[in-house]
Antibody, heavy 119, light 107 residues
Framework: EVQLVESGGGLVQPGGSLRLSCAAS????????MGWVRQAPGKGLEWVSV????????FYADSVKGRFTVSRDNSENTLYLQMDGLRVEDTAVYYC????????????WGQGTLVTVSS | EIVLTQSPATLSLSPGERATLSCRAS??????LGWYQQKPGQAPRLLIY???NRATGIPARFSGSGSGTDFTLTISSLEPEDFVIYYC?????????FGQGTRLEIK
């Protein structure tokens, strides 16, 4: 059974940094692209980032480009999202998600971790 | 950026009825569209990928259709647990984008 467990969320001041982690199990992590999707309180889904299976290719939403960095450690089955220069509008639940066999659809999701950016 | 517009924003139906949810893309995305279901307090769940393919474990009452700019998610006979929020998502172009969602509520 696929399991994705996010951690690292919390309260941070504007301009601060956080690193989210997503521990994966139940599938061959190194063979799947992975993504991050966020959801502001009471709002819809917003795609944030995707990283290829090898980690050699990364893609970002314009809203986070230059501030967020996605990475992965295939030896540890862990996905990361380094978030710098956080803004109030980055407040959201952040989900990690596993790519489907068809690229860029997400067929398994974690439970999410809440990031709150506030002074 | 490809904008996905879902309609209606809210759909009021009764259990056992047929639901038809729409997703329109701002430009052609071929069949590169997925549908997700999100229950309160839970992560989204993939229902349909590539416009018309049911994801693993998804009941047969869920079906998807369409191509180009107009897509439909149909739920043939609504069960009580289906009254939640549905999102479409395109993968044709970067950035990936989601629609704003359709809330299915009990009439």
């Amino acid at each position: 059974e696929v399991q994705l467990v996010e951690s690292g969320g919390g309260l941070v001041q504007p301009g601060g940094s956080l690193r989210l982690s997503c521990a994966a199990s139940g599938f061959t992590f190194s063979t799947y692209a992975m993504g991050w999707v966020r959801q502001a309180p009471g709002k819809g889904l917003e795609w944030v980032s995707v990283i290829s299976a090898s980690g050699g290719s990364t893609f970002y939403a314009d809203s986070v480009k230059g501030r967020f960095t996605v990475s992965r450690d295939n030896s540890e089955n862990t996905l990361y999202l380094q978030m710098d220069g956080l803004r109030v509008e980055d407040t959201a639940v952040y989900y990690c998600a596993k790519d489907h066999g068809e690229p860029n659809y997400f067929d398994s999701w974690g439970q999410g971790t809440l990031v709150t950016v506030s002074s | 950026e490809i904008v996905l517009t879902q309609s209606p924003a809210t759909l009021s139906l009764s259990p056992g009825e047929r639901a038809t949810l729409s997703c329109r893309a701002s430009q052609s995305i071929s069949s590169h569209l997925g549908w997700y279901q999100q229950k309160p307090g839970q992560a989204p769940r993939l229902l349909i990928y590539h416009a018309s393919n049911r994801a693993t474990g998804i009941p047969a009452r869920f079906s998807g259709s369409g191509s180009g700019t107009d897509f439909t998610l149909t739920i043939s006979s609504l069960e009580p647990e289906d009254f939640v929020i549905y999102y479409c998502q395109q993968r044709s172009n970067w950035p990936l984008t989601f629609g704003q969602g359709t809330r299915l509520e009990i009439k």
